[in-house]
């Protein structure tokens, strides 16, 4: 699975992901009819034009060459210091195994190496999954205002997140098996690596006992540490880059 920037070649993939995963998350609350409109007014022709955008981030995940999520941002405010994810859509089939963490987690980097001290979600009430989804990554509830879709109203939340802040919730961690033990990637922590980051894996739920890293681009264990604290996956060649604290790497 490769978590990448969205070229044109997508769009159609994308427009069947949203529509896909509207209708699973909405289809109780709002008519097909609606989130055909919907799809079509906000992934249509001019989608394109958006990835020229140097406000917009739209990610991809992509399986072998399908486009199985996607997510779509925006930096706000003054000197773009609000990361705004508008919308992150995993498909039906592919959610229940961490894409939608690791989306996000990616997403999140990204608007803050661009400059984001704040980040927001949004979504409508009536989608309580979609909710404890924001919540469960650490993000508060903030505001709700009504917004207008076909014929009915409905109300949409906020959720507000200030990254790097004390007491930080934390994600649900997402179990693996690698022989007969069970590992626990957390795609809320990751070093960022020269292809795809590079996510903390433990052997406990409470985070107490580190298994090591699971590399987000093979989606491989087998990363190695030296005693120089320089990491490299050995299956892909993917590998933690220096920040700023490790200027002796550079």
Not at 141 to 154: N, P
Not at 181 to 194: H, I, K, L, N, Q
């Amino acid at each position: 699975m490769e978590i990448r920037e969205a070229t044109t070649d997508d769009i159609d993939s994308i427009r069947q992901v949203a529509r896909d995963s509207l209708m699973e998350s909405y289809s109780h609350a709002l008519d097909e009819s609606v989130i055909d409109e919907s799809v079509e007014e906000w992934y249509g022709e001019e989608l394109s034009g958006e990835f020229d955008r140097e406000d917009a981030v739209y990610l991809v995940a992509d399986d072998d060459g399908a486009v199985v999520a996607f997510s779509q941002s925006y930096l706000r405010g003054q000197e773009g210091t609000t990361g705004e994810i508008n919308w992150l859509h995993v498909s039906p089939a592919a959610r229940g195994e961490g894409l939608g963490a690791r989306l996000l987690t990616r997403t999140e980097e990204i608007l803050v190496d661009r400059g984001a001290t704040r980040l927001t979600g949004k979504v409508l009430t009536v989608n309580k999954g979609g909710a404890e989804f924001y919540e469960g990554h650490g993000y508060e509830e903030g505001d709700t205002r009504k917004v207008d879709l076909g014929a009915e109203s409905f109300n949409e939340r906020t959720y507000l997140k200030f990254p790097g802040a004390e007491g930080e919730p934390r994600a649900p961690l997402d179990p693996r098996q690698i022989d007969d033990t069970t590992v626990y990637v957390a795609f809320d922590e990751s070093d960022r690596g020269s292809v795809a980051p590079l996510y903390v894996a433990y052997l406990d739920e409470n985070r107490a006992e580190r298994y090591g890293y699971f590399c987000g681009h093979c989606e491989s264990f087998e990363v190695s540490m030296d005693a120089m604290g320089r990491v490299v996956c050995n299956d892909c060649g993917n590998k933690r880059r220096p920040s700023r604290w490790d200027a002796s790497y550079l």
